[in-house]
């Protein structure tokens, strides 16, 4: 079975929070990065779903 499934699961760094930072900016990043994990929590998903359609049909 392949990886590209596990790979699509990859984790986001966090941003860096330093006493120096914008907040407002820092709550933008961490945004940002919060939508890159969702993204990379469906596509891993359906690439699972693939796989187990796929395993079923016998390919």
Do not use: F
């Given at each position: 079975?392949?990886?590209?499934?596990?790979?699509?699961?990859?984790?986001?760094?966090?941003?860096?929070?330093?006493?120096?930072?914008?907040?407002?900016?820092?709550?933008?990043?961490?945004?940002?990065?919060?939508?890159?994990?969702?993204?990379?929590i469906d596509a891993s998903?359906?690439?699972?779903?693939?796989q187990r359609e796929r395993?079923?049909?016998?390919?």
């Amino acid at each position: 079975m392949s990886r590209a499934c596990e790979d699509l699961a990859r984790n986001v760094d966090d941003p860096v929070v330093t006493e120096q930072s914008d907040p407002w900016q820092k709550i933008g990043e961490y945004a940002v990065a919060l939508g890159e994990t969702n993204a990379n929590i469906d596509a891993s998903r359906e690439c699972q779903r693939r796989q187990r359609e796929r395993l079923s049909e016998g390919k």
